[in-house]
């Protein structure tokens, strides 16, 4: 069933996940949940995976929620209707809480639940000609999957309620622009250069990864001093590992320090 919904190869030390439901446009299903869920976990075990890439099979990155599906939970009791919205939204937990660096690659459309799960990433590359869109209102339903909460980080409440009200669509220029996108590429080649991103940060040193990834995540909550009490917390740790040992004697000794090597110890 992983196969089916999911592809994983690895290029050595980034993993790339694909969602592989391209008839669909790569909607998403609670088989996907289940199969992206259960390759992280297995990626942050692994010491050898430095980095995630998340994409999508075909043209398209995701277009969100399968709305056939959909349509048929309307017969469903609330709590249920709750429970499959909680599905999507722990694979969204399980994506931005991975203590690895995460990057989606973006081609074609990234709509609905799929533009939150590029948003649950740690970076985005998108393609110059990849839509964006909010698109629940066209079809009379509130949004979900957390794309409220990561946009209004990049955008004030004026943009963000008209991409919400209107569903318009942005090309991955304007996201760009926005501040939402790191890497913008020509169309075809976002997956080649999220390669590349994720190969520069993989080979870095993992305990202080997963610590920046966390003081990156919660910086837009903290209060000043909240965050840097969580600095003082997590550098002092830091002073005191290996990681830290060999990156200071391998700048002091001008040479490339072998963080790799510590991990596969």
Do not use: W
């Amino acid at each position: 069933m992983t196969q089916q919904v999911l592809l994983s190869r690895r290029d050595g030390a980034v993993l790339v996940l694909t969602n592989n439901n391209p008839a669909a446009r790569n909607a998403l299903s609670p088989e996907f949940y289940a199969a992206l869920t259960e390759a992280l976990a297995a990626a942050a075990a692994d010491p050898g995976v430095g980095a995630v890439v998340l994409t999508g099979e075909g043209a398209h990155f995701c277009s969100g929620g399968d709305l056939r599906v959909l349509a048929r939970r309307r017969e469903l009791p609330v709590e249920e209707r709750r429970n499959k919205i909680q599905g999507l939204h722990d694979l969204i937990r399980a994506v931005r809480d991975f203590p690895k660096p995460v990057i989606a690659a973006v081609e074609g459309a990234a709509a609905g639940a799929g533009l939150s799960l590029a948003l649950a990433c740690d970076m985005v590359v998108a393609a110059r000609d990849a839509m964006f869109s909010m698109a629940y209102i066209k079809v009379g339903l509130t949004p979900d999957g957390g794309a409220t909460a990561f946009l209004a980080e990049f955008m004030s409440r004026q943009i963000l309620t008209e991409l919400c009200l209107t569903g318009d669509r942005l090309t991955g220029e304007r996201m760009h622009a926005l501040g939402v996108i790191n890497r913008l590429t020509e169309p075809g080649q976002a997956l080649a250069q999220a390669m590349q991103l994720a190969g520069q940060v993989a080979d870095g040193p993992e305990l202080a990864t997963a610590r920046i990834k966390s003081l990156c995540r919660v910086a837009y909550g903290n209060t000043l001093d909240e965050q840097l009490e969580q600095e003082i917390a997590f550098m002092v740790r830091s002073q005191e590992t290996e990681e830290s040992r060999e990156g200071i004697s391998a700048f002091l000794e001008k040479r490339s320090p072998d963080f790799a090597g510590l991990r596969a110890r």
